[in-house]
Protein backbone atom coordinates (compact mmCIF):
# COMPACT_ATOMS: atom_id res chain seq x y z
CA UNK A 1 0.00 0.00 0.00
CA UNK A 2 1.38 3.40 -0.94
CA UNK A 3 1.71 6.25 1.93
CA UNK A 4 -1.28 8.53 1.55
CA UNK A 5 -1.22 11.87 0.47
CA UNK A 6 -2.94 14.87 2.40
CA UNK A 7 -4.15 17.96 -0.44
CA UNK A 8 -3.47 21.56 0.92
CA UNK A 9 -6.98 21.75 1.51
CA UNK A 10 -7.21 19.40 4.08
CA UNK A 11 -5.06 21.24 6.73
CA UNK A 12 -8.14 23.46 7.12
CA UNK A 13 -10.44 20.54 8.07
CA UNK A 14 -10.65 19.06 11.39
CA UNK A 15 -8.50 15.97 11.96
CA UNK A 16 -10.93 13.14 11.82
CA UNK A 17 -12.45 14.22 8.63
CA UNK A 18 -8.81 14.35 7.06
CA UNK A 19 -8.20 11.00 7.91
CA UNK A 20 -11.70 9.83 6.53
CA UNK A 21 -11.31 11.87 3.30
CA UNK A 22 -7.72 10.11 3.18
CA UNK A 23 -8.81 6.71 3.71
CA UNK A 24 -12.54 6.68 1.54
CA UNK A 25 -10.16 8.26 -1.34
CA UNK A 26 -7.42 5.44 -0.86
CA UNK A 27 -10.89 2.80 -1.41
CA UNK A 28 -12.11 4.88 -4.40
CA UNK A 29 -9.05 4.63 -6.57
CA UNK A 30 -7.89 1.22 -5.45
CA UNK A 31 -4.81 1.96 -3.09
CA UNK A 32 -7.10 0.17 -0.82
CA UNK A 33 -7.91 -3.00 -2.21
CA UNK A 34 -11.48 -4.41 -2.02
CA UNK A 35 -11.47 -7.33 0.78
CA UNK A 36 -7.89 -5.55 2.22
CA UNK A 37 -8.26 -5.32 6.38
CA UNK A 38 -8.25 -2.26 7.96
CA UNK A 39 -6.15 -2.27 10.82
CA UNK A 40 -6.12 0.45 13.27
CA UNK A 41 -2.29 0.62 14.03
CA UNK A 42 -0.87 0.09 10.95
CA UNK A 43 -3.28 3.18 9.96
CA UNK A 44 -2.43 5.12 12.07
CA UNK A 45 1.26 4.87 11.90
CA UNK A 46 0.78 5.29 8.19
CA UNK A 47 -1.22 8.79 8.83
CA UNK A 48 1.36 9.65 11.59
CA UNK A 49 -2.23 10.23 14.03
CA UNK A 50 -3.70 8.28 17.05
CA UNK A 51 -6.21 5.45 16.64
CA UNK A 52 -9.00 7.12 17.98
CA UNK A 53 -9.39 9.33 14.42
CA UNK A 54 -8.96 5.98 12.67
CA UNK A 55 -11.83 4.00 14.05
CA UNK A 56 -13.81 7.43 13.62
CA UNK A 57 -13.33 7.40 10.04
CA UNK A 58 -13.80 3.23 10.02
CA UNK A 59 -17.22 3.42 11.25
CA UNK A 60 -17.82 6.50 8.95
CA UNK A 61 -16.57 4.49 5.48
CA UNK A 62 -19.01 1.68 6.95
CA UNK A 63 -22.07 3.76 6.60
CA UNK A 64 -21.40 4.91 3.20
CA UNK A 65 -20.73 1.12 2.43
CA UNK A 66 -16.84 1.17 1.56
CA UNK A 67 -16.19 -0.94 4.54
CA UNK A 68 -17.79 -4.05 5.46
CA UNK A 69 -17.29 -5.54 9.74
CA UNK A 70 -16.00 -9.42 9.62
CA UNK A 71 -16.52 -11.17 12.91
CA UNK A 72 -13.26 -12.05 14.31
CA UNK A 73 -11.70 -10.02 11.52
CA UNK A 74 -12.45 -6.69 11.99
CA UNK A 75 -12.60 -4.18 9.36
CA UNK A 76 -12.20 -4.83 5.50
CA UNK A 77 -12.44 -2.76 2.54
CA UNK A 78 -16.03 -4.10 1.05
CA UNK A 79 -16.29 -6.08 -2.19
CA UNK A 80 -17.89 -4.52 -5.55
CA UNK A 81 -20.91 -6.78 -5.99
CA UNK A 82 -22.67 -6.60 -9.34
CA UNK A 83 -25.93 -5.93 -7.02
CA UNK A 84 -24.33 -2.80 -6.19
CA UNK A 85 -23.05 -1.45 -9.47
CA UNK A 86 -26.37 -2.47 -11.11
CA UNK A 87 -28.03 -0.75 -8.40
CA UNK A 88 -26.39 2.84 -9.15
CA UNK A 89 -25.65 2.43 -12.64
CA UNK A 90 -29.41 2.06 -13.30
CA UNK A 91 -30.72 5.05 -11.67
CA UNK A 92 -27.45 6.98 -13.56
CA UNK A 93 -28.72 6.22 -16.58
CA UNK A 94 -31.98 7.75 -16.15
CA UNK A 95 -30.48 10.81 -14.92
CA UNK A 96 -27.97 11.04 -17.57
CA UNK A 97 -30.59 10.37 -20.58
CA UNK A 98 -32.65 12.95 -18.74
CA UNK A 99 -29.47 15.28 -18.62
CA UNK A 100 -28.85 15.19 -22.57
CA UNK A 101 -32.26 15.79 -23.41
CA UNK A 102 -32.34 18.68 -21.15
CA UNK A 103 -29.14 19.72 -22.63
CA UNK A 104 -30.34 19.66 -25.97
CA UNK A 105 -33.02 22.32 -25.22
CA UNK A 106 -30.74 24.61 -22.89
CA UNK A 107 -27.36 24.37 -23.65
CA UNK A 108 -25.47 27.37 -24.55
CA UNK A 109 -23.37 27.94 -27.89
CA UNK A 110 -20.80 29.23 -24.97
CA UNK A 111 -21.19 25.59 -23.29
CA UNK A 112 -20.77 23.72 -26.82
CA UNK A 113 -17.56 24.91 -27.06
CA UNK A 114 -16.67 23.93 -23.40
CA UNK A 115 -17.75 20.61 -24.12
CA UNK A 116 -15.58 20.44 -27.01
CA UNK A 117 -12.23 21.44 -24.84
CA UNK A 118 -13.58 18.66 -22.06
CA UNK A 119 -13.23 16.01 -24.98
CA UNK A 120 -10.05 17.51 -26.22
CA UNK A 121 -9.07 16.94 -22.64
CA UNK A 122 -9.86 14.12 -21.73
CA UNK A 123 -8.09 12.38 -25.03
CA UNK A 124 -5.08 14.54 -23.96
CA UNK A 125 -5.11 12.92 -20.15
CA UNK A 126 -5.68 9.23 -21.95
CA UNK A 127 -2.43 9.94 -23.18
CA UNK A 128 -0.83 10.45 -19.88
CA UNK A 129 -1.92 6.97 -18.70
CA UNK A 130 -2.44 8.96 -15.58
CA UNK A 131 -5.71 7.29 -13.75
CA UNK A 132 -6.83 10.07 -11.37
CA UNK A 133 -5.72 12.26 -14.58
CA UNK A 134 -8.05 10.72 -16.38
CA UNK A 135 -11.05 10.04 -13.76
CA UNK A 136 -11.02 13.82 -13.76
CA UNK A 137 -11.15 14.85 -17.27
CA UNK A 138 -13.83 12.46 -17.80
CA UNK A 139 -15.81 13.64 -14.68
CA UNK A 140 -15.40 16.97 -15.93
CA UNK A 141 -17.04 16.24 -19.74
CA UNK A 142 -20.46 14.90 -17.90
CA UNK A 143 -20.37 18.07 -15.41
CA UNK A 144 -20.76 20.41 -18.26
CA UNK A 145 -23.67 18.70 -19.56
CA UNK A 146 -25.02 18.41 -16.19
CA UNK A 147 -24.99 22.19 -15.49
CA UNK A 148 -26.17 22.91 -18.97
CA UNK A 149 -29.59 21.92 -18.34
CA UNK A 150 -30.35 24.49 -15.76
CA UNK A 151 -31.59 22.13 -13.53
CA UNK A 152 -30.06 22.57 -9.89
CA UNK A 153 -31.99 19.56 -7.97
CA UNK A 154 -31.03 17.08 -10.80
CA UNK A 155 -27.13 18.38 -10.62
CA UNK A 156 -27.45 17.52 -6.79
CA UNK A 157 -28.84 14.36 -7.37
CA UNK A 158 -26.00 13.38 -10.51
CA UNK A 159 -23.26 14.65 -7.23
CA UNK A 160 -25.09 12.59 -4.75
CA UNK A 161 -24.41 9.61 -6.72
CA UNK A 162 -21.12 10.33 -7.95
CA UNK A 163 -19.47 9.16 -4.78
CA UNK A 164 -21.02 6.29 -5.19
CA UNK A 165 -20.22 5.99 -8.95
CA UNK A 166 -16.60 7.31 -8.77
CA UNK A 167 -15.31 3.49 -7.57
CA UNK A 168 -16.70 1.42 -10.35
CA UNK A 169 -15.68 4.63 -12.79
CA UNK A 170 -12.33 4.12 -11.72
CA UNK A 171 -11.93 0.01 -11.95
CA UNK A 172 -13.54 0.77 -15.51
CA UNK A 173 -10.89 3.48 -16.55
CA UNK A 174 -7.92 1.66 -15.23
CA UNK A 175 -8.64 -0.86 -18.03
CA UNK A 176 -6.28 0.92 -20.77
CA UNK A 177 -8.02 -1.21 -23.49
CA UNK A 178 -11.49 0.46 -23.53
CA UNK A 179 -9.15 4.19 -23.70
CA UNK A 180 -10.43 4.38 -27.33
CA UNK A 181 -14.19 3.43 -26.72
CA UNK A 182 -14.84 6.00 -24.26
CA UNK A 183 -13.30 8.47 -26.71
CA UNK A 184 -15.45 7.25 -29.30
CA UNK A 185 -18.27 7.53 -27.16
CA UNK A 186 -17.57 11.39 -26.13
CA UNK A 187 -17.48 12.37 -29.63
CA UNK A 188 -20.63 11.03 -30.13
CA UNK A 189 -22.29 12.53 -27.43
CA UNK A 190 -20.54 16.04 -28.31
CA UNK A 191 -21.65 15.62 -31.62
CA UNK A 192 -25.34 14.74 -30.83
CA UNK A 193 -25.76 17.45 -27.90
CA UNK A 194 -23.90 19.81 -30.55
CA UNK A 195 -26.76 19.05 -33.05
CA UNK A 196 -29.45 19.37 -30.73
CA UNK A 197 -29.76 15.58 -31.42
CA UNK A 198 -31.98 14.70 -28.44
CA UNK A 199 -32.43 11.41 -29.49
CA UNK A 200 -29.18 10.61 -30.51
CA UNK A 201 -27.75 12.24 -27.70
CA UNK A 202 -30.29 9.76 -25.61
CA UNK A 203 -28.91 6.87 -27.73
CA UNK A 204 -25.28 7.65 -27.26
CA UNK A 205 -25.41 8.25 -23.37
CA UNK A 206 -27.37 4.70 -23.19
CA UNK A 207 -23.98 2.77 -25.29
CA UNK A 208 -21.96 4.68 -23.00
CA UNK A 209 -23.59 3.29 -19.47
CA UNK A 210 -24.16 -0.11 -20.97
CA UNK A 211 -20.40 -0.59 -22.14
CA UNK A 212 -19.41 0.35 -18.92
CA UNK A 213 -21.44 -1.76 -17.01
CA UNK A 214 -20.35 -4.98 -19.16
CA UNK A 215 -17.05 -4.07 -18.51
CA UNK A 216 -17.34 -3.52 -14.86
CA UNK A 217 -19.38 -7.00 -14.73
CA UNK A 218 -16.93 -8.82 -16.54
CA UNK A 219 -14.21 -7.14 -13.41
CA UNK A 220 -16.47 -8.22 -11.06
CA UNK A 221 -16.75 -11.85 -12.47
CA UNK A 222 -12.92 -12.06 -13.12
CA UNK A 223 -12.02 -11.33 -9.02
CA UNK A 224 -14.42 -13.56 -8.07
CA UNK A 225 -13.32 -16.77 -10.22
CA UNK A 226 -9.30 -15.70 -9.28
CA UNK A 227 -10.58 -15.62 -5.12
CA UNK A 228 -11.92 -19.10 -5.71
CA UNK A 229 -9.24 -20.37 -7.32
Known amino acids: MENFMYSNMDALLPLRDVVFKTLRQAILTGELKPGERLMEIHLAEKLGVSRTPIREAIRQLELEGLVVM ?17 DVLEVRLALDELSVRLACERITDEEILKLKEACIAFEKAVETADYKNIASADVAFHDIIFASTRNPRLSQMVNNLAEQMYRYRFEYIKDSAIHAVLIKEHRIILDAISSRDADAAVKAIHTHINNQENAIIRQIRDEENSSDE
Do not use: D, F, Y
Open 70 to 86: IPRKGAQVAHMTEKSML
